[in-house]
């Protein structure tokens, strides 16, 4: 992001040492945390659209969950997270910013959770492993209330899916259904999906009106 409005918008963060640290610790172990331009672009949604309940998928250190919540005080996150050193991290610190009323996080693999036990959401954020969004999308849009927004990061994997070549095998098989995904959501008849060139590329899908 931009330093000169990195400066303001760090201003504008609650705790802002805080995620600091955060963000510190996840470029020290490598924990692919949402990038900061796309994390300020969905807490001025949440904003605007008055959210009061979101599911996120990919707890990871709960760097973008305790942002949500820090930038909204009547959100509600539900946050799901399958590796057990993640959950262990994203509890700690949200307890250190004492969130526990905020965030509920669910230690389970999103596509093994029975999601009749979820409520209905205002955003659905999808950030968890990239060759299940299609699967993620379609078990969870169903929770999705009227006027929801289903936000998707990592949409453009590092800007890979539109130049293919000189890939490795994994990445290139990767990109694939990063690409497949993107084309799924907008063959959707119900669903309109705006594609935003912000941090990692970010997806915003709604229903038709
Ligand atoms: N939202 C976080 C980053 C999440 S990184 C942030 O921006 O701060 C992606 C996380 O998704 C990883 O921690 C990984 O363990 C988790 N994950 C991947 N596939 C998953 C699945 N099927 N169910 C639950 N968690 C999953
Ligand atoms: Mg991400």
Redesign the pocket.
């Known amino acids: 992001m931009n330093l000169y409005l990195e400066k303001f918008n760090n201003e504008n963060e609650v705790y802002h040492e805080f995620f600091d640290e955060l963000r510190n610790y996840?470029k020290l172990y490598n924990?692919?945390?949402?990038k900061r331009d796309s994390?300020v672009l969905i807490q001025s949604l949440l904003n605007i659209i008055n959210a009061k309940t979101m599911l996120?998928?990919?707890?990871?250190?709960?760097?973008?969950?305790l942002s949500f919540v820090c930038s909204k005080d009547d959100l509600i996150v539900d946050t799901?997270?399958?590796?057990e050193e993640?959950y262990k991290e994203a509890c700690k610190n949200i307890k250190q910013l004492n969130k526990q009323n905020n965030i509920n996080v669910i230690f389970?693999?999103?596509?093994e959770v029975d999601n009749t036990e979820l409520r209905k959401y205002d955003v659905i954020?999808i950030?968890?492993?990239k060759a299940?969004y299609q699967k993620?999308f379609d078990k969870y849009a169903p929770l999705l209330n009227e006027n929801g927004i289903i936000l998707t990061?990592n949409i453009i994997f590092h800007g890979c899916v539109e130049e293919q070549e000189n890939l490795s095998k994994n990445v290139r098989s990767m990109v694939k259904k990063i690409d497949n995904y993107n084309h799924y959501l907008s063959t959707l008849e119900e669903y309109i999906t705006y594609y935003i060139d912000s941090g990692d590329g970010l997806a915003i899908t709604m229903r038709k009106k």
């Open positions: 996840a924990v692919p945390i949402i994390l996120e998928i990919g707890t990871a250190i709960g760097y973008s969950a799901i997270e399958r590796n993640m389970q693999d999103a596509l954020f950030d968890a492993a299940q993620f990061d």
